[in-house]
């Protein structure tokens, strides 16, 4: 029913919550420093990855990391909401963009949400063996090097893209539970270090990855585009 008035404050319908957590920024650094947010409840877009932008509606590449607020399990909806009083359960200490979103006045989100976002650098870059990994990761597994192999696909040098690509998946895969073995590293902590895993992003080129004991190749969802290399 429509009653003609206009909304001004929050209703706590839990919409916005729903469509995914936050992204931080540098005010809520100490949120993630302090502990009151752990870093298993958090994930990294690293640069390069295309993303899609929910203010702008549409995919954009990400300029520098992006760090957020993971989703419940299979939902996009922010792991603190709890659904059941429609609350969040970490309100007094909310980052910038929840405290800016207002869904009847976008006005002073736009205004902040890609200014001044927080990456793993200003995070990590203190812990010196756990950052070089880090770095390291980032270098070998750049999305600017797998959209140049991307683009090789359609062209005569396919095969050494293939190759290409696959080389940098098998490091993904390898490195993640090897840090969780050897440093003891919360598995749960791995997206925030080195992003969402390849074998889940590479979907977004329109590419699945498969495996045969231990042997993996790449797939094209559209069957045309190229025979697997078995
Ligand atoms: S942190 Fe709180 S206010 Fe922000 S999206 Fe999550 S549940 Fe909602």
């Not at 919550?17 to 809520?28: N, R, V």
Request: some cysteine; aromatic content about 10%.
């Amino acid at each position: 029913m429509r009653t003609g008035i206009k909304q001004s404050n929050c209703i706590r319908c839990g919409t916005c919550c729903k469509k995914g957590g936050p992204s931080f920024h540098l005010e809520d650094k100490r949120l993630i420093e302090k502990g009151i947010i752990l870093s298993k409840y958090i994930y990294t877009i690293r640069e390069g990855e295309p993303v899609f932008d929910n203010v702008q509606g549409r995919f954009q590449i990400a300029t520098t990391d992006i760090i957020k607020i993971k989703g419940k399990k299979d939902s996009w909806t922010c792991i603190f909401f709890d659904e059941d009083s429609n609350n969040c359960k970490i309100y007094k200490n909310r980052p910038i963009e929840c405290r800016a979103l207002k869904c009847w006045d976008t006005e002073e989100l736009e205004r902040i949400y890609s200014k001044n976002r927080l990456t793993r650098k200003d995070l990590l870059s203190k812990m010196k063996g756990l950052w070089d990994l880090v770095e390291d990761h980032q270098a070998r597994c750049s999305y600017k090097k797998i959209k140049g192999f991307v683009k090789e696909l359609d062209t005569d040098k396919r095969n050494k893209a293939i190759e290409g690509i696959l080389d940098i998946i098998q490091y993904d895969i390898h490195l993640r539970p090897l840090l969780a073995e050897k440093a003891g590293v919360n598995p749960d902590m791995i997206d925030f270090l080195f992003g969402r895993p390849l074998t889940e992003t590479i979907k977004m080129y329109d590419l699945q990855v498969k495996h045969k004991g231990d042997r993996y190749y790449l797939k094209p969802f559209s069957e045309d585009r190229f025979d697997p290399i078995l």
